[in-house]
């Protein structure tokens, strides 16, 4: 890897919402676009949160109550508490973990920070969501045969191509066998108020963002040929919320799609 690949000058999603969630992994041109996107979507931080939260119920669900022991993770972000292989490993030591993301620097601190449990694996591929084919001849790690949660959980959005984005999602479960998982999440403006989804397409078309919100028919597109697990397609804070969580916010503050479903049998 070399030091030119860290591109300082522009925002990279992965540290913007590293600088949401509170991290100090990012540089200016990262807080300036997300202090400019927090203008036209103020709950951000919120949503931010509340999607890692989701991710981690997830996981969480998918280890123990289904008993899911490999996970492939597209679109990883930046290190930060409870990843994806301390859910699982805490619940399943033996669990194996593939992460992938086309940030150099999410990659970087990744090898360094999200070591494994010495009973299970992880692994790190910088590696790009829209080339599935290349990601899915390198999980030397995962055995095919058996169960795979897939996590694309708040990357589709960065796919503005519906039909590209349903085509990898498509690619990569053809590659799974049954009992395989999806778990999705997706912004969508389908919650906000009239005059927060103008702002929001406001910001796309003036390129100040580069988040593909989806409606929910298109979110659904992705589950086609699944079988959704309870409660099916819903705001992700509404998705098996725990109890005990400090926050819960309404859809309106957490403007995301989540949900997990099961690759049947044929
Ligand atoms: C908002 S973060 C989500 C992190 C994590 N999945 C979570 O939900 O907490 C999005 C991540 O997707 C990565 N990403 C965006 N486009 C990607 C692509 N085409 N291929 C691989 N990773 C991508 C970014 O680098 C970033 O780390």
Not at 64 to 91: K, M, S, Y
Not at 198 to 215: K, Q
Request: aromatic letters at 6%.
């Amino acid at each position: 890897m070399t030091l030119e690949k860290f591109d300082t000058g522009a925002a990279h999603p992965a540290r913007r919402y590293n600088y949401w969630l509170g991290g100090k992994d990012n540089f200016a041109a990262d807080r300036e676009s997300g202090d400019l996107l927090a203008k036209s979507y103020p709950a951000a931080r919120i949503a931010a949160r509340a999607n890692r939260a989701f991710l981690q119920r997830a996981v969480g669900h998918l280890a123990r109550e289904v008993g899911i022991r490999q996970f492939l993770d597209i679109g990883t972000g930046l290190p930060t508490a409870d990843n994806t292989h301390e859910v699982a490993q805490r619940i399943a030591p033996q669990s194996r973990i593939v992460y992938v993301d086309n940030d150099p620097m999410v990659m970087a601190h990744a090898r360094a920070l999200l070591t494994s449990a010495p009973e299970g694996e992880t692994r790190y591929l910088e590696e790009d969501l829209r080339d599935p084919e290349r990601i899915l001849s390198s999980l030397e790690i995962l055995d095919l045969t058996q169960p795979v949660g897939l996590i694309l959980v708040a990357v589709i959005h960065f796919l503005p191509s519906q039909e590209q984005a349903t085509g990898i999602v498509r690619t990569l479960l053809d590659a799974l066998p049954a009992g395989s998982h999806l778990v999705m999440t997706c912004a969508t403006t389908d919650f906000l108020t009239p005059e927060l989804k103008a702002n929001w397409d406001e910001s796309l078309r003036t390129g100040r963002s580069d988040v593909h919100p989806r409606g929910r028919a298109e979110f659904a597109q992705f589950f086609t040929g699944l079988e959704l697990i309870d409660p099916g397609i819903v705001a992700l804070s509404e998705w098996r919320p725990d109890p005990a969580a400090d926050e819960n916010p309404a859809p309106v503050d957490a403007s995301l799609f989540g949900a997990v479903a099961r690759k049947p049998v044929g």
